[in-house]
């Protein structure tokens, strides 16, 4: 029966209890989807990153949180200081350490049949080249680079059309299409996005020092602690280019672990982000729902009178104004909730971790009681015979 | 002896008008035994709904004891007071005040909630008794001011009360639905019902037992009807 008293009493203004119901569904979706895609997004890339590099070291002469980093992380050697050949030699003695090989980046003009554009190629020594085979699958082609060949990210050749066979010029120097990566998402070497070729086709083409190290590439036994080996690698260098303080490093070794580290932390800066907003969007729809309860009792104040005389008693009042709370937010996320299990159907990248689940119902039970607990105050305080004097 | 159901004793009520006390009356006693038909009658303004209020619990006086059925109701909290309102008085008021949202039938089994009870069987007998049993399923908009004040009578009804308590009931109806209403609470005070009526109209007091008026800021018995 009282059930069916809170039911009549949303549907009188239908079109206002819609609208309260509209704010607690977007609101809570919004908030859900922030934790799911960003839950799956972090974990995607993290594991990638883990899966795809997790014996490589790569060294690079430039310090990580150089504003340069990011745009030109690879474009090695021409920005940062060089490396020595007695740096790579020392390096590849170190324990655990089964090869170290020549790595560089450069800024080129490609051409195909069609287009014409600016790009990052990556080269890598011959010894080390099987590295970028066992990072990604090829699509096509057969894993073996020689001179005068290159190797294309998947998301490239996509976007460029390029085939297995097809010549490319690069900075005028034509190269054949050996083989085409399939595509593996964000990865140390970017494979997607580049192309790929022998470290002395690119000292010719980009008019390198044959006898500088630009940067490395450190393949370690898996057994081996990646942190001991770091820390070597550390001294290593830190001795040879005669650096004291830690933070003064003008070079980097990047890992598959530690740049998974780096970007699983900027994600969940960009979530919390994302989730305060969506908190204060859950805020505005709470203030909402309180706001409705309020005009509620205002335009029912001689109806609850009434019901105070028949004998509706302060349990009565609670549970009547807890029951149109509930309603309102339960009305509210059981399209948030259908959306969701779709989703989580249709195998997107969703992910709601248990805890996800109790932050959201504790949310959902303190939003109930935070809702209901003034309004019901204001409807328990009517005094029936001044209430019923009111016209 | 006879059982005594409600007791008032040396009950007032003042307001304030700023820093002045207004008394609306003082020294009001009365004692209604079961199955008492009793009328208050006086002009408008001179305090019967502040009184009648004060009987059925639904405001406090300022001095003196309201018993209901022997409980002194000053004495209560708001849980038993609830439940004194559910279960021991029936009101019906000038004005309806039915549920718009709710049929006539669920207005009537609405004190249900409050008392506990389930007797719809005894709700839809009083709705034929009053006339409504064809219309158990009509909103009140779609009821005209005789019906809905039958409706509000079978409401104060259905958890049989001890007394039932009527403020002008038949002020808001025309002279036909008021003479319907009238001859109901008629027929309840024989079938046994305590009823206590405040009206302004001598006409309607003189169809009770006892009658009384408020002269002088107190009640008083009225012999010359
Ligand atoms: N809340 C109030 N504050 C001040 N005065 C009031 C209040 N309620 C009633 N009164 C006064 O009490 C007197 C009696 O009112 P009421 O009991 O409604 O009379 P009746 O029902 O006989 O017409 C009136 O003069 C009225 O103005
Ligand atoms: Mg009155």
Same mark, same amino acid.
Do not use: C
């Given at each position: 029966?009282?059930?069916?008293?809170?039911?009549?009493?949303?549907?009188?203004?239908?079109?206002?209890?819609?609208?309260?119901?509209?704010?607690?569904?977007?609101?809570?979706?919004?908030?859900?989807?922030?934790?799911?895609?960003?839950?799956?997004?972090?974990?995607?890339?993290?594991?990638?990153?883990?899966?795809?590099?997790?014996?490589?070291?790569?060294?690079?002469?430039?310090?990580?949180?150089?504003?340069?980093?990011?745009?030109?992380?690879?474009?090695?050697?021409?920005?940062?200081?060089?490396?020595?050949?007695?740096?790579?030699?020392?390096?590849?003695?170190?324990?655990?350490?089964?090869?170290?090989?020549?790595?560089?980046?450069?800024?080129?003009?490609?051409?195909?049949?069609?287009?014409?554009?600016?790009?990052?190629?990556?080269?890598?020594?011959?010894?080390?080249?099987?590295?970028?085979?066992?990072?990604?699958?090829?699509?096509?082609?057969?894993?073996?680079?020689?001179?005068?060949?290159?190797?294309?990210?998947?998301?490239?050749?996509?976007?460029?059309?390029?085939?297995?066979?097809?010549?490319?010029?690069?900075?005028?120097?034509?190269?054949?299409?050996?083989?085409?990566?399939?595509?593996?998402?964000?990865?140390?070497?970017?494979?997607?996005?580049?192309?790929?070729?022998?470290?002395?086709?690119?000292?010719?083409?980009?008019?390198?020092?044959?006898?500088?190290?630009?940067?490395?590439?450190?393949?370690?036994?898996?057994?081996?602690?990646?942190?001991?080996?770091?820390?070597?690698?550390?001294?290593?260098?830190?001795?040879?280019?005669?650096?004291?303080?830690?933070?003064?490093?003008?070079?980097?070794?990047?890992?598959?672990?530690?740049?998974?580290?780096?970007?699983?932390?900027?994600?969940?800066?960009?979530?919390?982000?994302?989730?305060?907003?969506?908190?204060?969007?859950?805020?505005?729809?709470?203030?909402?729902?309180?706001?409705?309860?309020?005009?509620?009792?205002?335009?029912?104040?001689?109806?609850?009178?009434?019901?105070?005389?028949?004998?509706?008693?302060?349990?009565?009042?609670?549970?009547?104004?807890?029951?149109?709370?509930?309603?309102?937010?339960?009305?509210?996320?059981?399209?948030?909730?259908?959306?969701?299990?779709?989703?989580?159907?249709?195998?997107?990248?969703?992910?709601?971790?248990?805890?996800?689940?109790?932050?959201?119902?504790?949310?959902?039970?303190?939003?109930?009681?935070?809702?209901?607990?003034?309004?019901?105050?204001?409807?328990?305080?009517?005094?029936?015979?001044?209430?019923?004097?009111?016209? | 002896?006879?059982?005594?159901?409600?007791?008032?004793?040396?009950?007032?009520?003042? %307001?304030?008008?700023?820093?002045? +006390?207004?008394? #609306? /009356?003082?020294?009001? *006693? =009365?004692?209604?035994?079961?199955?008492?038909?009793?009328?208050?009658?006086?002009?408008?303004?001179?305090?019967?709904?502040?009184?009648?209020?004060?009987?059925?619990?639904?405001?406090?006086?300022?001095?003196?004891?309201?018993?209901?059925?022997?409980?002194?109701?000053?004495?209560?909290?708001?849980?038993?007071?609830? %439940?004194?309102?559910?279960?021991? +008085?029936?009101? #019906? /008021?000038?004005?309806? *005040? =039915?549920?718009?949202?709710?049929?006539?039938?669920?207005?009537?089994?609405?004190?249900?909630?409050?008392?506990?009870?389930?007797?719809?069987?005894?709700?839809?007998?009083?709705?034929?008794?009053?006339?409504?049993?064809?219309?158990?399923?009509?909103?009140?908009?779609?009821?005209?001011?005789?019906?809905?004040?039958?409706?509000?009578?079978?409401?104060?009804?259905?958890?049989?009360?001890?007394?039932?308590?009527?403020?002008?009931?038949?002020?808001?109806?025309?002279?036909?639905?008021?003479?319907?209403?009238?001859?109901?609470?008629?027929?309840?005070?024989?079938?046994?019902?305590?009823?206590?009526?405040?009206?302004?109209?001598?006409?309607?007091?003189?169809?009770?037992?006892?009658?009384?008026?408020?002269?002088?800021?107190?009640?008083?018995?009225?012999?010359?009807?």
């Amino acid at each position: 029966m009282i059930s069916k008293l809170i039911l009549k009493f949303l549907l009188y203004n239908k079109i206002r209890t819609s609208l309260v119901v509209l704010s607690v569904f977007i609101s809570s979706l919004f908030f859900i989807s922030i934790l799911g895609f960003g839950n799956a997004a972090k974990e995607s890339i993290v594991n990638t990153l883990n899966r795809l590099s997790s014996d490589i070291i790569l060294i690079i002469p430039l310090a990580i949180d150089n504003p340069l980093f990011l745009q030109r992380s690879l474009r090695t050697g021409l920005i940062g200081e060089a490396f020595r050949e007695s740096d790579l030699k020392q390096i590849s003695e170190l324990p655990g350490v089964l090869g170290v090989y020549r790595t560089s980046g450069f800024d080129v003009t490609v051409s195909t049949r069609k287009e014409e554009f600016r790009l990052q190629v990556f080269a890598i020594e011959e010894e080390g080249v099987d590295l970028l085979f066992d990072t990604a699958e090829l699509q096509e082609g057969r894993p073996i680079l020689v001179s005068g060949n290159v190797f294309v990210g998947g998301g490239i050749a996509d976007r460029y059309d390029m085939r297995v066979g097809d010549t490319i010029r690069i900075n005028n120097r034509s190269f054949k299409i050996a083989g085409i990566f399939k595509k593996i998402g964000p990865n140390l070497f970017n494979i997607d996005n580049g192309i790929f070729l022998l470290n002395d086709d690119l000292v010719e083409l980009a008019d390198l020092d044959r006898n500088r190290v630009y940067s490395m590439v450190v393949k370690f036994d898996s057994s081996t602690d990646e942190e001991t080996l770091r820390s070597r690698i550390h001294e290593i260098l830190d001795r040879s280019r005669k650096i004291k303080d830690t933070d003064a490093r003008d070079y980097s070794l990047l890992s598959g672990s530690a740049v998974s580290k780096q970007i699983g932390n900027l994600i969940d800066v960009l979530r919390y982000f994302f989730l305060v907003i969506s908190g204060v969007s859950i805020f505005v729809s709470l203030i909402n729902l309180t706001n409705n309860l309020y005009i509620f009792i205002t335009e029912k104040y001689k109806q609850l009178a009434t019901m105070k005389v028949l004998g509706g008693d302060s349990r009565f009042i609670y549970t009547m104004i807890l029951g149109m709370s509930s309603a309102f937010i339960i009305l509210g996320i059981l399209p948030t909730i259908l959306i969701v299990s779709t989703i989580s159907l249709l195998n997107l990248p969703f992910i709601l971790y248990a805890t996800d689940i109790y932050i959201s119902i504790s949310l959902l039970i303190l939003s109930i009681l935070i809702t209901s607990y003034f309004p019901s105050r204001a409807a328990l305080s009517i005094q029936p015979a001044e209430a019923l004097r009111y016209e | 002896m006879e059982e005594i159901v409600l007791e008032l004793r040396g009950i007032g009520k003042y %307001y304030l008008d700023g820093n002045n +006390i207004l008394w #609306v /009356f003082r020294d009001v *006693n =009365l004692k209604v035994k079961a199955n008492e038909f009793v009328a208050i009658v006086a002009p408008s303004g001179s305090g019967k709904t502040t009184l009648l209020n004060i009987m059925a619990t639904l405001d406090r006086p300022s001095e003196g004891k309201v018993f209901i059925d022997g409980i002194d109701i000053s004495k209560i909290d708001d849980r038993e007071l609830s %439940y004194i309102r559910a279960k021991k +008085i029936g009101f #019906v /008021f000038q004005q309806f *005040n =039915l549920i718009p949202e709710l049929t006539a039938l669920e207005n009537v089994t609405l004190p249900f909630i409050f008392s506990g009870s389930r007797d719809i069987d005894y709700a839809i007998q009083l709705m034929k008794r009053i006339g409504l049993g064809e219309r158990l399923n009509f909103y009140p908009s779609q009821l005209s001011g005789g019906q809905k004040q039958r409706v509000a009578i079978a409401r104060a009804l259905v958890n049989r009360p001890k007394i039932l308590f009527a403020d002008e009931p038949t002020g808001n109806l025309d002279p036909d639905s008021a003479k319907e209403v009238l001859r109901i609470f008629e027929e309840l005070h024989k079938e046994g019902n305590t009823i206590i009526l405040v009206t302004h109209d001598y006409d309607i007091a003189r169809r009770a037992q006892r009658v009384y008026t408020i002269k002088n800021k107190t009640l008083v018995v009225k012999d010359d009807l």
